[in-house]
């Protein structure tokens, strides 16, 4: 069963390395806000994305009917898959009729989720990751653990000795521009050798029919148009309604991810390449669920920015792979939580509540609460750990009864500030392992309120 | 015009002090004050874990000890939320009584900003010559606006600076990161303790790298934490509940 | 029943998710004074640059920029650099030794400091991320404010392909540091004629 707060712990406990991912992402968050900051309008575009997600979800099947008559009319064959696993071999399907052996894949949160690697592994088909954080994990057989920077667990010597490793760079050499030198002309030779190329999708244009890839590598493109075949898998509610609605969310998109005002390359992809074939898959892998649901459907509306993580200090304190899913911080938490409860239940846990992540999210997907409301989903259906209901409970039964609280005050009152330290601070309080608790007063306000409207009695009787 | 006095649980049992001193700060105004007896929480730590079912009683009890009062008034900005924004479930959406209640509480900083209004304010005896770090707590800084969040393009406002600015030589300083969380979040510090302790002890360190003197807020539970801290590490940093800084405190 | 089937049914089925009216954009979005000054200081922080000059004097701009390149391509019809034909060519593998290409933008955007590219007549998309560098000629003319009058003047009736460019390719996977030159061009201006 998945745990982040045993993940937490160890990766808490190398202070320097924690302190340093804290930093990392704290500084990709401020960028975030002097983009922010940059733009008057922001917070109207703001509500102008959420209001788009939320017409669109409104009408998601006429939006998706209407995408693949329009991408068809432009020779693009349109897939549907029900869930990962018919992804997975739609995709095997399309390679093995080509007989291609070799697939370069460019970032796809979509692609992980349905662990699209492993499965044409197996089948004999080599997949090489081309976004340069993708292909550093990819190398070191380690999930990503941010989805827009998925090496930012790592510093830069870890690059150095995979690279090392695996593509022959100078051992101990670490500099950045170096190592991306290396991996350049690695990744060229495989963009000019594969046969086929894979991309995500950041978002589909229903009016059109095409399909909108953003990158700062470029690897999205050279992935998709030296081959002859392009696959592009997306997520079913990466639809939008128009060609112009593209203009909000390439507005919010790279300030909220990374502080740029725009990708280095926004590419709207709305044919194959000349004598060649472009295939876009849609996925609904338990996505439809959320539609049904008030408590979760702005989920949905997600357009995989990374602000909430970045924000996150839950996140960045304890790193993406602490939440054992696929997406990790708020968003994945909730997604998570909603597919498979019992196997996430503590990541709604893994939060204080402190309402950043809803602020910074760019279609303002109300993160908080939802998190706040799986937390209650969790415990009407059995799934929180029994001591936590005791405890709750009997703090219920106390709270109902003010004199017998009053009373259970003036015992710990008069007990607790004489108590040995070793019967206070042990292993059943897990606040005093690194907190003293607090010095306990004479009185309770309760008292000293009472005591004062005594005496004020006795003076007005006098 | 009555105010009902609403006590968090935990600052009744715990933190008299900073209680009487919002009590006082209210009845230098010449309010008429009450503070009803029978309060005892409003429930949420149980909610924050799950189990806001057995919230129920508790804000109906809650509701029927505070309706009749003009104003609501209490030193925590994460109980004010949680009656404003949490209650709901446990009424009718016409029910009387809860929505005079939900529309008439206040943090207390919240009431004299907002209802008192700062012109009306009179600190002008007291004297505070200090370096003074506000620690935005989240419920009270995001849910009830007590202040522009950093992630938010809006204009800055901060209605506890704008108050704690009333008091002679205070002396307010600017932190690196202004409203990040202390890492409190309810049972969070119990169940997450080491994340719970880490943004603890990062928010302390802030205080300490801007020469801050007394750190201050107006949510008790957020300081209460960062006070465990500081006293176990002997950190130099004094906490005071900013009632008792206006009530004239020093530290 | 498809998969298609299915996965419309069950989005019908029980959908609760509100109406809502989609917004329109006219007058909206910010605007610039001198978007060229906009513009080209968006692009000096991503590592590209902007400059401005006479269709005349394009290619002596282009020279001083890049003395060296030995294979360049070009479908700006004011530059003559251009020694190599990539619409010659049926394969675009064949493409990988160009160092410089020389493209036509459509119209530029200050906000971002972004380049609109979608020629209809170059037979190769891959050509705008396989050269070594590249330069993007836009007419002076032809500077917007801001996404939403950008997104005005696209059209994909006619199919085809269109990408916004925003400097040369970049990355900072690696521990965060800025690297100029991934995997498209290591390096790139906008050059703007009139």
Avoid at chain 1, 193 to 199: F, Y
Avoid at chain 3, 58 to 69: G, K, N, P, R
Avoid at chain 3, 76 to 99: C, M, R, T, Y
């Amino acid at each position: 069963m998945a745990s982040h707060p045993i993940n937490a712990t160890k990766y808490v406990a190398n202070d320097e390395r924690m302190h340093w991912h804290d930093k990392a992402l704290w500084f990709v968050r401020e960028k975030r806000d002097k983009a922010a900051h940059g733009i008057p309008e922001w917070e109207q575009l703001r509500s102008y994305a959420s209001t788009i997600k939320t017409h669109t979800m409104n009408k998601l099947d006429y939006y998706l009917e209407e995408f693949e008559k329009n991408a068809s009319a432009k020779g693009i064959k349109v897939h549907w898959a029900k869930d990962g696993v018919e992804h997975n071999e739609i995709v095997h399907k399309l390679l093995k009729e080509r007989s291609v052996t070799k697939l370069v894949k460019s970032k796809s949160m979509l692609t992980e989720e349905c662990h699209l690697n492993p499965y044409l592994e197996q089948r004999g088909i080599e997949v090489i990751d081309t976004d340069l954080g993708e292909r550093i994990v990819q190398l070191r057989n380690e999930p990503p653990s941010h989805i827009v920077l998925p090496a930012i667990h790592l510093k830069k010597m870890d690059v150095s000795d995979t690279f090392h490793e695996h593509l022959g760079t100078e051992k101990g050499n670490d500099d950045p521009t170096y190592l991306t030198r290396v991996a350049r002309a690695s990744l060229r030779e495989d963009f000019l050798t594969a046969g086929a190329g894979l991309t995500g999708v950041n978002f589909a244009i229903s009016e059109t029919g095409g399909v909108v890839v953003c990158t700062n590598e470029g690897n999205a493109d050279m992935g998709a148009s030296l081959p002859k075949l392009h696959i592009a898998s997306m997520g079913m509610e990466k639809i939008i309604p128009r060609l112009k609605d593209l203009s909000v969310f390439t507005r919010l998109l790279a300030r909220s991810a990374t502080g740029q005002a725009i990708t280095s390359y926004t590419s709207h992809f709305h044919q194959p390449v000349e004598g060649g074939e472009m295939h876009i898959i849609i996925v609904d892998n338990k996505r439809a669920e959320f539609l049904a649901n008030e408590k979760y459907r702005q989920a949905l509306n997600c357009i995989r920015c990374g602000a909430c993580m970045n924000t996150c200090p839950v996140y960045r304190r304890s790193g993406g792979h602490s939440y054992e899913h696929v997406i990790p911080g708020p968003i994945g938490s909730t997604i998570a939580a909603f597919k498979e409860p019992e196997k996430h239940s503590s990541l709604p846990f893994a939060c204080t509540l402190c309402g950043s992540c809803t602020n910074v999210c760019p279609a303002k997907i109300d993160l908080d609460s939802q998190l706040y409301n799986h937390r209650q989903d969790l415990a009407q259906a059995g799934h929180l750990p029994t001591s936590k209901m005791l405890s709750m409970k009997i703090m219920t039964y106390l709270f109902n009864r003010p004199k017998l609280l009053d009373f259970a005050g003036y015992v710990g009152r008069k007990v607790v500030p004489k108590l040995p330290k070793f019967l206070i601070y042990n292993k059943f309080n897990v606040w005093g392992k690194t907190r003293d608790i607090p010095e306990f007063p004479e009185h309770s306000f309760k008292e000293l309120y009472a005591k004062m409207q005594k005496e004020e009695r006795e003076e007005n009787d006098k | 015009m009555k105010i009902g006095l609403f006590i968090p649980c935990f600052m009744n049992e715990l933190y008299p002090e900073a209680s009487m001193a919002t009590y006082k700060l209210l009845q230098k105004l010449d309010f008429d004050i009450e503070y009803p007896t029978n309060q005892t929480c409003c429930g949420q730590p149980m909610a924050n874990s799950g189990c806001s079912k057995d919230v129920k009683s508790l804000a109906i009890n809650f509701v029927n000890n505070f309706k009749k009062y003009d104003y609501i008034v209490a030193p925590s900005g994460s109980c004010v939320t949680m009656v404003k924004e949490h209650y709901a479930t446990f009424f009718n959406h016409d029910d009387i009584d809860y929505n005079k209640v939900k529309t008439s509480i206040y943090e207390i900083t919240e009431f004299l900003h907002d209802v008192i209004k700062p012109e009306n304010l009179n600190f002008s005896q007291l004297s505070f010559p200090h370096k003074v770090g506000l620690h935005n707590s989240c419920h009270g800084h995001r849910a009830l606006g007590l202040g522009s969040p950093t992630e938010l393009n809006i204009p800055y406002n901060s209605k506890l600076e704008n108050i704690l600015s009333l008091v002679p030589n205070i002396e307010l300083v600017e932190l690196n990161r202004r409203d990040e969380c202390c890492g409190f979040g309810g049972t969070f510090c119990v169940t997450e303790d080491a994340v719970s302790t880490a943004m603890g002890r990062d928010r302390i360190q802030d205080h300490i790298d801007s020469n801050v003197e007394v750190m201050t807020g107006a949510d008790m539970s957020c300081l209460m934490h960062l006070q465990g801290l500081i006293n176990r590490e002997n950190k130099k940093l004094k906490v005071l509940h900013i009632a008792q800084i206006l009530l004239g405190k020093d530290k | 029943m498809t998969s298609k089937e299915l996965i419309l049914d069950k989005i019908r089925k029980n959908n609760i998710v509100p109406k809502a009216d989609l917004p329109e954009y006219d007058n909206f979005g910010i605007t610039y004074e001198n978007k060229f000054e906009e513009f080209s200081k968006i692009l000096q922080t991503v590592g590209g640059d902007a400059i401005s000059t006479s269709k005349e004097k394009l290619d002596e701009v282009i020279l001083s920029l890049y003395a060296d390149e030995k294979v360049i391509v070009s479908n700006v019809e004011e530059s003559k650099l251009g020694n190599f034909i990539a619409n010659d060519e049926s394969d675009p593998h064949n493409l990988k030794h160009i160092d410089l290409a020389i493209v036509k933008g459509q119209f530029a955007v200050a906000e971002n400091g972004s380049v609109w590219l979608k020629n209809n007549d170059n037979r190769h998309r891959s050509l705008y991320f396989i050269a070594q560098n590249i330069i993007i000629v836009v007419k002076k003319s032809d500077i917007l404010n801001n996404m939403h009058e950008a997104y005005e003047q696209i059209s994909f009736e006619d199919k085809g392909y269109g990408v916004f460019v925003s400097g040369p390719s970049k990355t900072a996977d690696i521990e965060q540091s800025l690297v100029i030159g991934a995997h498209g061009p290591k390096s790139g201006y906008v050059i703007f004629i009139d």
